[in-house]
């Protein structure tokens, strides 16, 4: 095992997730099972819209393209960009993972809080991610390989949240509220 | 806690232009499911056969079925249910996409549509906030153009919209109602939309669906996935391919369409053409299906690719599946499968029944060449009969000069038309256009369904068994061994029933015997009615062998979705119960037995009197009494004691009877 002082490298197992756009049959199973996958009682709910992938697609157009959610971002791009490929047009952003700003997708509907693809990590660990496992057609496989990666320390889960919390209603009002809510308990 | 519904629907007066929310009951469901079955109990309620179909006080419900909105696969379907402008009895019909489990999210089961809108609105119905908004820039917008339009304006491109287009608009009597991916199109249910002034239906949901046991469910839909892999890999051998999947019949990815095109009738269900496929045909059919389809598609959470989106250059794009991709080239007499292409998508963009249409259609000109329609009705009609079907069609959706007329459909055209052209509507149950189908002799098992099925379309009822005996005894063999699907109790009869058949001394119409028809009949209606109110797709179970939900799995899932305690015999009870409420709106409506009869020339050797004892015996089997009426006895036995009082109130049914 690799140390874990700053500089030194470490192997790191990296999960790929391939979507092929012109297998993708646009049934939205993916999303299905995501967002039951990710329910607070496991399958307990189905919710497509909490779902961390979205299947963009407008059919008259023959456009689908499958989207994982990606990083959280305080602030929209500068500009946008806008795919134009073999004729076809496709929305801005139509490509970009990110929760963002500029639009609704990848948030929960009711707090707004950033969702983000975790490739359905648990304990013992799934063979594949729950979206592959149900797209019989093959748009989304799997695979895994080994990087030499430089170590650094991620945002976990609930700073992610508290980040956009602050870029939202400020540190200020944030902690404020905190405080008034365990008064509260 | 509701699991599996949302336990409330939408009311929405257009009248009055008032909204509600209401809470319904749990108890109905646990009686009817949900769907059709909770469909046909406010019909009954609210509408009685008084009220005509064109009237504010008719009701028009948009339903999801008890599952969608779960990971239940292919549980999406919209059951739509009113009465019909064309048969006078209560009108439904299905529809696959994706709008039934985002109503589901939005958080309602139904919406149910009552009133007349005094201007062109659309409803706009998104999570709590539902609104009925202006269309009048719809008007005349294609069905398509309407969802993409409506879209655009909400700034939503995951709203889902149920339209009409201007078949709908103009009271046509087949006219459909469209959604992304499918159209629920027999029975002129878009023709009561137009009649309320509702454009469309547009939702978006982000709230959750419960389910009640979720690791069980879960592992269940896995479950039905690995069959449904294991059946899409691995067709059924021993029968055409048409037959072979799942799915509806395949023919976005198939281009063997020998069995349709040499089995069924072309015009007007007249000519049979048992030498047209060869391959020359098949590679230009090809040709032309692979030019025009960009790529298959699926309804919500369903692996199977039933459905193309079709684009021919210079034409606006649409979506296709099953056999409407051959009706009108059929219908023409046309041996180029492209122009059935482009009508087809003319013809959806109008919003009009895929079935039916073509069969109007070729009907005109058979009373055009008999004399009967002159050059004078049809002044300014083109030559050719590509031409002639675009320029009918167009006159149709208009309701302009002999369009008008047509747009009743064949059975009220002929009678308008007079002059013998009555003679010439000889495809039609009930009044309603039938798949062209004109075979040898009588099939009891197809006689029963064409007589008796109340979705009056052979498809929602027909399913389960091959429609031609296997030619050899071990394909028999092989088929029965893995035949799971067969209820609880009857596993020999139909076993035996399959491996006899072909034997000699197994020629229709005399076999199967009538007990085992009855028995076989029933069998396969209620595997639809069951689907109808889950919302599950009849392609994943009640239409194709050996599918992958059957009686024996259906009630476990539900189980583990709903939290409804159920097995195999309360599941059938339901469903009968269901199929009992259904037939007793249209007893009240007038459905009588003379109307419970194929078209004379449906086989060329009928058998009058085997044919009327075979629906003697199935009435009695279904526990109905020889008019076909269900009695008293049956009626109360399944908790519809309000329908038996109904009956003796209005002297349908004496108070004695059935009752010993």
């Known amino acids: ?72 971002t305080p602030a929209e791009c500068a500009g946008r960009n806008k795919y134009i490929m073999d004729g076809k047009e496709y929305i801005e952003c139509a490509f970009c993972g990110a929760s963002c700003p500029s639009r609704d997708l990848f948030k929960e509907p009711d707090s707004k809080l950033p969702l983000k693809c975790d490739m359905c990590e648990e304990e013992p660990p799934l063979q594949e991610p729950m979206c592959v496992q149900w797209c019989l057609n093959k748009a989304l496989t799997y695979e895994e390989r080994e990087e030499e990666i430089e170590e650094e320390t991620e945002l976990k889960e609930l700073e992610t949240g508290l980040e956009s919390l602050i870029d939202r209603y400020g540190r200020q009002k944030l902690m404020e509220t905190l405080a008034r809510m365990a008064q509260k308990e | 806690m509701r699991y599996a519904e949302t336990g409330f629907n939408l009311e929405i007066d257009l009248s009055t232009g008032n909204i509600e929310r209401v809470s319904t009951d749990p108890k109905e469901t646990e009686l009817h499911l949900g769907g059709l079955g909770t469909n046909a109990k406010i019909l009954w309620e609210r509408v009685p056969p008084e009220i005509e179909p064109f009237s504010p006080d008719n009701l028009l419900i948009f339903s999801s079925g008890l599952l969608c909105g779960t990971p239940v696969p292919g549980a999406n379907r919209t059951i739509i249910s009113s009465i019909s402008p064309q048969t006078l009895l209560m009108a439904f019909s299905m529809v696959g996409g994706f709008w039934a489990p985002e109503l589901k999210y939005a958080g309602y089961d139904k919406v149910i549509i009552r009133g007349k809108s005094p201007d062109w609105v659309y409803l706009w119905i998104n999570n709590d906030k539902v609104e009925i908004r202006d269309a009048t820039h719809l008007q005349g917008k294609s069905t398509y153009e309407t969802a993409e339009l409506i879209k655009e304006e909400l700034k939503d491109p995951r709203v889902q919209v149920m339209a009409i287009g201007l078949a709908g608009e103009n009271r046509v009597y087949f006219a459909s109602i469209e959604t992304h991916r499918g159209s629920a199109s027999r029975l002129g249910l878009g023709a009561i939309m137009g009649s309320k002034k509702l454009k469309a239906i547009a939702v978006r949901g982000t709230k959750d669906v419960r389910v009640a046991r979720p690791a069980e469910l879960v592992e269940a839909c896995k479950e039905i996935l690995r069959y449904i892999e294991h059946r899409l890999n691995n067709p059924l051998p021993g029968v055409p391919p048409i037959l072979a999947r799942i799915g509806s019949p ?84 046309v041996d180029d499968l492209e122009f059935g292409l482009k009508i087809a998508g003319r013809a959806q963009h109008y919003g009009l029944d895929g079935y039916t249409t073509p069969q109007v259609l070729a009907f005109a000109l058979e009373l055009y060449e008999a004399g009967i329609l002159t050059d004078e009705d049809l002044a300014g009609m083109p030559e050719d009969i590509e031409g002639r079907f675009n320029w009918l069609l167009d006159r149709i959706v208009r309701r302009e000069g002999i369009g008008d007329v047509l747009a009743d459909g064949v059975y009220w055209a002929a009678r308008k038309i007079g002059k013998g052209a009555e003679a010439y509507d000889h495809n039609t149950i009930k009044k309603h256009e039938q798949i062209p189908i004109k075979l040898g002799v009588t099939n009891p098992i197809y006689y029963l369904m064409w007589s008796t099925g109340e979705k009056i379309n052979i498809t929602q009822i027909e399913g389960q068994i091959p429609q031609a005996p296997f030619s050899r005894r071990e394909e028999r063999e092989e088929f029965v061994k893995d035949w799971v699907h067969i209820p609880t109790g009857k596993e020999e009869k139909f076993k035996r029933f399959i491996l006899d058949w072909g034997e000699p001394g197994t020629a229709f119409p005399y076999y199967p015997s009538i007990d085992v028809a009855c028995e ?141």
């Not at chain 2, 392609?539 to 062998?545: K, Q, R």
């Open chain 2, 250 to 333: 395949q023919e976005m990815a198939l281009h063997d369409e020998e069995w349709h095109t040499i089995s069924f009738a072309w015009g007007h269900a007249r000519h049979r053409r048992k030498d047209f496929w060869n391959k020359e045909v098949e590679k230009m059919w090809a040709d032309a299906l692979e030019r025009a389809r960009k790529r298959l598609i699926s309804c919500y959470n369903c692996p199977v690719q039933c459905a193309g989106v079709i684009q021919l250059p210079g034409h606006p794009p649409y979506i296709m599946k099953c056999f409407s991709k051959l009706t009108y080239t059929m219908a023409a007499m």
């Open chain 2, 520 to 660: 076989l009949v029933d069998w396969q209606e209620i595997m639809h009615y069951i689907d109808d109110s889950l919302g599950i797709c009849a392609g994943l179970s009640s239409f194709p062998i050996k599918p992958p939900y059957h009686i024996h799995n259906l009630p476990l899932i539900i189980s583990y979705a709903s939290g409804l305690e159920m097995d195999e015999d309360r599941l059938w009870t339901i469903a009968t119960r269901n199929r009992n409420l259904v037939r007793a709106i249209n007893i009240l409506r007038g459905l009588k037995k003379e109307d419970e009869r194929p078209p004379e020339d449906h086989w060329k050797k009928r058998f009058p009197e085997y044919e009327a004892k075979l629906l003697e015996e199935y009435y009695r089997y279904k526990g109905w009494d020889e008019r076909g009426i269900p009695t008293k006895e049956t009626l109360n036995k399944l908790g519809l004691n309000y329908v038996s009082e109904e009956f003796i109130r209005r002297g349908i049914l004496r108070d004695s009877e059935g009752s010993s």
């Open chain 1, 1 to 72: 095992m690799a140390m874990n002082e700053k500089g030194e490298k470490k192997k790191r197992k990296v999960k790929v997730i391939k979507i092929d756009v012109n297998k993708c049959n646009g049934c939205r199973a993916c999303e299905v099972i995501c967002s039951a996958f990710h329910s607070q009682t496991k399958y307990g709910t189905n919710n497509p819209s909490r779902s961390r992938i979205q299947v963009y697609f407008d059919p008259l157009k023959n456009i689908y393209v499958p989207v994982y959610a990606s990083e959280y």
